[in-house]
């Protein structure tokens, strides 16, 4: 068998495995899932541009931040319906990820993190600022008559749970295709040596504009997902914390991996939901967990598992 | 009121806030400078020294500058202890990898400001000024009488914020001693100039690293007792001071002394004269928009000479 029929093959099982899950798993453990997979979303558009691009960015709750707010403003203010909504989220994710990109590409290395945490943290603020119509940390709630679409409600479980596998599978998906294609092999060759690439005649600037675009609009469409499928949106979404909630699920995972996001996301999200059955400074497991992969597993549990054994994982 | 008593006190809460800055970015600055590691957990060093000084200071009864002078003494030192280990266990084990070492100080800074929540506990706690007078500053104004003076409503500043201007004054000129005067500065400068270089001439450069890392969070702890007295020790203070000093390293050119001073100055002094007319949010967001343009469009920052 082929690597790419394998990849296919694992990838359509894991998508299959999740989908036979909705009807066996108990309540708590079926809504935990709906979530992990809508963040995994926002981990795998994080992947594609640290993971494969190699550009790590400290401002990714910006993107997330606009497709949440992008979605939830026009139903909240301008009463539109669910779907055109999560267009404008989609639409305003990619605008922001343009003007990011244009500027931000023109650093590189420490100074890239931190101009994408400056741009991240006045996103952040202008949440606050503009709190007549966010509510800033408070946030509000969609209304529940608000997320359908096309006549299916949202917030009952057993059809958020198959929104977010929906949403999931795409993202998955269009991950593999990428890192599979021409597109994704010069990304993968930026990450690790720009230079080299440049000289074999690559647009390495327009390669990595390519990159931050899709990464922010996928991390836009989980923060639409996200915002529609719970009912909440709030100016937290914004804020540093989720700037560094990706970075520690993809590490955690494997960066450049296409299930490693999933997997780190699905292991922090356990992870703390237990810690915080002990103690209300769960935040202090995070810390550890960054320090210890940092110090002893570099390329995440997906990455271990394809440096040790399965060497055609993507 | 007319707008002049407004400037002066935008200007003097500007200084105050200048002088707590300059000592936190100048500790941030030489950790960049030398050992090339952005550290994101420099705030909680700040908060470290902040709340250390509410535990110190409550040990002591009686007259409040006692606790304060031991919080002094105390604090910025075991705040240093504290860097030195975690440069020991975790920096120095990834070799000063510079993305890695973002991601362990991101770890860092979680594992400090949470062991903080569990110790000291979500409140905030005022630690007394050892003096804190009233100042209130005239003004002078034409009358038919000639020029005379008047006191404004409202218009002063305490004793104890002077005397916050006054020892970041002290502070830095003994910094700016340390670095040009002294040995230790010496090699620190070697380090910071060429680090292979100076290992070939004999620099134990692993030391100074540990040095500088402890001398950067001693000088944000400094930073963080200076101004409990003013600001109250809280587990998650360290967060806005950060982002200000990443501001004014940026601005001021990395591991520039002069630089950072100025710097800090401008910033201190400007995030002091919006707040008055505008609201403190929109000041943070013109700021941190501003510095992420200059880092665009001028990486190597308006004093310094080189880019990140």
Redesign the interface.
């Known amino acids: 068998m082929s690597e790419i029929r394998k990849s296919w093959g694992l990838h359509i099982g894991v998508v299959t495995l999740l989908l036979a899950l909705n009807f066996i798993l108990p309540d708590y453990h079926h809504g935990n899932l709906a979530r992990v997979m809508v963040l995994a979303c926002y981990a795998m558009g994080y992947n594609m541009l640290f993971g494969y691009t190699g550009l ?1 960015s ?1 401002g990714h709750a910006l993107f997330f931040a606009a497709g949440m707010y992008g979605m939830s403003l026009t139903v909240q203010h301008l009463g539109w319906s669910a779907g055109p909504a999560i267009i404008v989220g989609l639409a305003s994710g990619l605008a922001m990820s343009l003007v990011v990109g244009i ?2 590409l ?2 590189a ?3 890239f ?3 994408t945490l ?2 991240a ?2 996103g952040y ?2 949440a ?2 503009f709190g007549e119509y966010t509510r800033g940390d408070e946030g509000f709630v969609i209304q529940k008559a608000a997320r359908q679409i096309g006549g299916i409600d949202l917030s009952d479980p057993m059809n958020r749970y198959l929104a977010a596998l929906v949403l999931f599978a795409v993202c998955l998906f269009i991950t593999l295709r990428v890192v599979q294609t021409g597109f994704g092999r010069v990304l993968v060759a930026i990450r690790e040596n720009e230079e080299r690439t440049r000289m074999l005649g690559y647009d390495v600037h327009l390669h990595k504009l390519l990159a931050i675009l899709l990464s922010g609009t996928m991390s836009a469409a989980a923060g639409a997902g996200y915002g529609l499928l719970f009912g909440y949106a709030g100016a937290t979404f914004a804020s ?1 914390q989720y700037s ?1 909630f990706p ?1 520690l699920w993809v ?1 955690l995972g494997g960066a450049g991996t296409v299930l490693g996001p999933f997997v780190g996301t699905l292991f922090m999200f356990y992870l703390i939901d237990l810690s915080s059955d002990i ?6 497991i ?6 210890l ?3 002893f597993a ?1 390329q995440g549990l997906v990455g271990e598992l394809r440096r040790r054994t399965l060497r055609w994982l993507p | 009121m007319e707008l002049v008593p407004y400037l002066i006190l935008g200007l003097l809460e500007g200084l105050v806030t200048a002088a707590v800055l300059s000592l936190m970015a100048l500790g941030l600055s030489l950790v960049f400078g030398v050992m090339r590691v952005v550290n994101v957990a420099h705030g909680e060093f700040f908060m470290v020294g902040a709340v250390l000084a509410w535990q110190i200071a409550s040990l002591f009864e009686g007259h409040p500058a006692w606790g304060f002078l031991a919080a002094l003494l105390v604090a910025p030192p075991l705040t240093a202890c504290v860097a030195v280990t975690a440069n020991q266990l975790v920096l120095k084990r990834i070799e000063y990898d510079p993305e890695r070492t973002i991601v362990a100080t991101i770890g860092l800074l979680y594992i400090i400001q949470q062991f903080t929540l569990m110790t000291y506990g979500p409140d905030a706690r005022p630690v007394e000024a050892p003096f804190n007078q009233r100042l209130s500053i005239p003004l002078f104004e034409w009358t038919e009488r000639g020029l005379s003076l008047y006191w404004p409503w409202g218009l002063g500043t305490t004793t104890y914020k002077l005397a916050v201007i006054m020892a970041a004054v002290m502070l830095l000129t003994g910094i700016w001693m340390l670095m040009t005067r002294t040995r230790f500065g010496l090699l620190m400068r070697a380090t910071q100039l060429d680090r292979e270089t100076a290992q070939a001439f004999g620099i134990p450069v692993g030391r100074v690293y540990g040095a500088v890392f402890g001398l950067g969070a001693a000088l944000a702890a400094l930073a963080g007792v200076l101004i409990v007295p003013i600001q109250q020790a809280h587990y998650l203070m360290g967060h806005d001071p950060l982002l200000l000093s990443f501001i004014v390293v940026i601005i001021g050119g990395l591991g520039s002394l002069p630089g950072t001073v100025v710097a800090a100055l401008l910033i201190g002094i400007s995030d002091g004269m919006i707040s008055v007319f505008f609201s403190p949010t929109l000041a943070k967001i013109i700021a941190t928009l501003g510095v992420a343009f200059v880092l665009i469009f001028m990486p190597q920052g308006l004093f310094g000479k080189r880019g990140l």
Do not use: N, W
């Not at chain 1, 103690?279 to 202090?284: C, E, G, I, R």
């Not at chain 1, 995070?286 to 320090?291: I, P, R």
């Open positions: 790590l400290l500027l931000s023109r650093t290395g420490v100074a993190m931190i101009v400056m741009f943290q006045a603020l202008a606050l600022y540093v560094i970075l590490l103690s209300t400074a769960y935040m202090l995070a810390g550890l967990t960054l320090v992969l940092t110090l570099p």
